[in-house]
Structure formats: structure tokens, C-alpha cells
């Protein structure tokens, strides 16, 4: 009598828990494992950035006492690569941030004027520094589409050359440290948990360095020549995030 009531009791269990999986819907597992929450922006991220620049330097040079004049613009290319750092937060589909980076910058151009003996050049490397805010639009928890405008600090190293005459030219090496403003926007895409891809361009805008171009002792003509040098630089880049929110 006992193996048959121990024989029922096991067949009701076992039948009861055949009907709880039956229940299921099917394709749902029966695993409690919890499931793996989508990538946000939030959080810190570091980075690598490379790219290329483009410098327009918009000359005038004025010849000290007469005040004849020369002007022309100086463009230059060249590569750039650098890092960034910065950290996000997420409002539904907004993101806002705020993002720093540093780069080093390489170019060189030279614009001669014949006629008036002045040679105008620009040398490397120079350094770039950026501060700013970003605001964008996430989708699909993939893509960021944002804007970006801030604070940029460039150095800018200018050689002016003027021939006053016979054998004997003057040179003018300066270095510009310049404050000025950037702003621009791109495209950012993370592939995977934590690490993301970005193209981006930035205009910055650098205000202007002078420099006064003095002859020697003994040379023919003794007019100094100022120069003027108006510097705003292009940038696009292409870099890759690592996130430590997500």
C-alpha cells in the first residue's frame, strides 16, 4: 500500500510540472537569466582622433613710412592627430555633453610677392586644444547626430622674409598663441558595449598674429613692413571612442 501511494504522489508532481512548462508561450526560454540592456551614451569616454586641416591665412603687409600695401591669402594642408575625452548624458533621445581634445597639426605653405621682394610662410607642427559642449540626437541606441562649438587654443608659428634690397633680407620668425572660438558637428556610431566610431569636422576661427619685419644696419632701403596674418583653420577627422557607462 505504501509503493502505491509514493507512486501516485510522484505522477501528480511530475504531471503538474509538465503542465506549468506547457503553459509557456512558445519560444520563451525557461531560463531566469536577466536580459542585456541596450547601450546608452551615458558616462566618461576616452579616445583617438586623425584627420586632416586645412589653414587659411589671409596676409596684409603694410611698408612703414611710405604705406604701399600687399595682401593675399595663404592656404595650407596638412595631417593632424590627437586625443579626446569627455562624458555624456542622456535624456530620453537627447544627449549632452561636454568633450576636451588635444592635437598636433601639420602644414606648410609659402606665398611669395616678387614685386615687393616679401616671402610669407607657415611651419609645423602646431598644437590645438578644444573645449566644448555637445548636444545631439541618439537613434535606435546605435547613431549620435550632434553639435559642437566651444573654446580652441592653436599655436601657429609665421616666417615673414622681405628683401630691402642688394644682398640683404630681413626674417621675422613668430610664434602665435591664439585664443579663439570652434564649432561644427558629426556623426558618432557605436558597434559595440563601449566602443563607438565618429567623423567629424570643426571650423575654428583664430583672430590674427603681426609681426614688424625691421632691415639691418647698412641695408639700401630703411622701411620696416608689418605684417598681418588672419588664421582660421578646417578640420575633418575620423576617431574611436571607448565608453565606461554603458
Same mark, same amino acid.
Not at 37 to 53: C, D, E, K, M, Q
Not at 75 to 90: D, F
Not at 177 to 184: E, I
Given at each position: 500500500?505504501?509503493?502505491?501511494?509514493?507512486?501516485?504522489?510522484?505522477?501528480?508532481?511530475?504531471?503538474?510540472? *509538465?503542465?506549468?512548462? $506547457? !503553459?509557456?508561450? %512558445?519560444?520563451?526560454?525557461? &531560463? +531566469? /537569466?536577466?536580459?542585456? #540592456?541596450?547601450?546608452?551614451?551615458?558616462?566618461?569616454?576616452?579616445?583617438?582622433?586623425?584627420?586632416?586641416?586645412?589653414?587659411?591665412?589671409?596676409?596684409?603687409?603694410?611698408?612703414?613710412?611710405?604705406?604701399?600695401?600687399?595682401?593675399?591669402?595663404?592656404?595650407?594642408?596638412?595631417?593632424?592627430?590627437?586625443?579626446?575625452?569627455?562624458?555624456?548624458?542622456?535624456?530620453?533621445?537627447?544627449? *549632452?555633453?561636454?568633450? $576636451? !581634445?588635444?592635437? %598636433?597639426?601639420?602644414?606648410? &605653405? +609659402? /606665398?611669395?610677392?616678387? #614685386?615687393?621682394?616679401?616671402?610669407?610662410?607657415?611651419?609645423?607642427?602646431?598644437?590645438?586644444?578644444?573645449?566644448?559642449?555637445?548636444?545631439?540626437?541618439?537613434?535606435?541606441?546605435?547613431?549620435?547626430?550632434?553639435?559642437?562649438?566651444?573654446?580652441?587654443?592653436?599655436?601657429?608659428?609665421?616666417?615673414?622674409?622681405?628683401?630691402?634690397?642688394?644682398?640683404?633680407?630681413?626674417?621675422?620668425?613668430?610664434?602665435?598663441?591664439?585664443?579663439?572660438?570652434?564649432?561644427?558637428?558629426?556623426?558618432?556610431?557605436?558597434?559595440?558595449?563601449?566602443?563607438?566610431?565618429?567623423?567629424?569636422?570643426?571650423?575654428?576661427?583664430?583672430?590674427?598674429?603681426?609681426?614688424?619685419?625691421?632691415?639691418?644696419?647698412?641695408?639700401?632701403?630703411?622701411?620696416?613692413?608689418?605684417?598681418?596674418?588672419?588664421?582660421?583653420?578646417?578640420?575633418?577627422?575620423?576617431?574611436?571612442?571607448?565608453?565606461?557607462?554603458?
Amino acid at each position: 500500500m505504501t509503493r502505491i501511494l509514493f507512486r501516485s504522489f510522484a505522477l501528480v508532481v511530475l504531471m503538474g510540472g *509538465a503542465a506549468t512548462a $506547457a !503553459d509557456l508561450p %512558445i519560444g520563451v526560454p525557461v &531560463s +531566469t /537569466l536577466a536580459t542585456e #540592456a541596450p547601450p546608452t551614451w551615458v558616462g566618461p569616454y576616452v579616445g583617438l582622433n586623425v584627420g586632416g586641416r586645412w589653414l587659411n591665412d589671409r596676409i596684409s603687409t603694410t611698408t612703414l613710412p611710405s604705406g604701399s600695401a600687399f595682401s593675399g591669402t595663404l592656404n595650407t594642408w596638412g595631417a593632424m592627430g590627437g586625443l579626446q575625452a569627455g562624458y555624456n548624458w542622456q535624456f530620453g533621445n537627447v544627449v *549632452a555633453g561636454i568633450e $576636451a !581634445d588635444a592635437n %598636433i597639426l601639420a602644414a606648410g &605653405s +609659402t /606665398l611669395t610677392n616678387s #614685386a615687393l621682394g616679401i616671402t610669407d610662410s607657415i611651419n609645423s607642427p602646431g598644437f590645438l586644444l578644444t573645449v566644448r559642449p555637445r548636444l545631439g540626437w541618439a537613434f535606435d541606441h546605435r547613431a549620435l547626430v550632434y553639435g559642437t562649438a566651444g573654446y580652441a587654443f592653436e599655436t601657429v608659428q609665421v616666417h615673414d622674409s622681405v628683401n630691402f634690397g642688394g644682398p640683404t633680407t630681413a626674417l621675422s620668425d613668430v610664434i602665435g598663441r591664439l585664443s579663439g572660438w570652434t564649432a561644427g558637428g558629426g556623426l558618432e556610431y557605436a558597434f559595440s558595449r563601449g566602443v563607438s566610431a565618429k567623423i567629424e569636422y570643426l571650423y575654428v576661427g583664430l583672430g590674427t598674429i603681426s609681426s614688424l619685419v625691421v632691415p639691418a644696419a647698412g641695408a639700401p632701403s630703411f622701411a620696416s613692413v608689418n605684417v598681418a596674418h588672419k588664421l582660421s583653420d578646417n578640420i575633418v577627422r575620423v576617431g574611436a571612442n571607448f565608453h565606461f557607462g554603458y
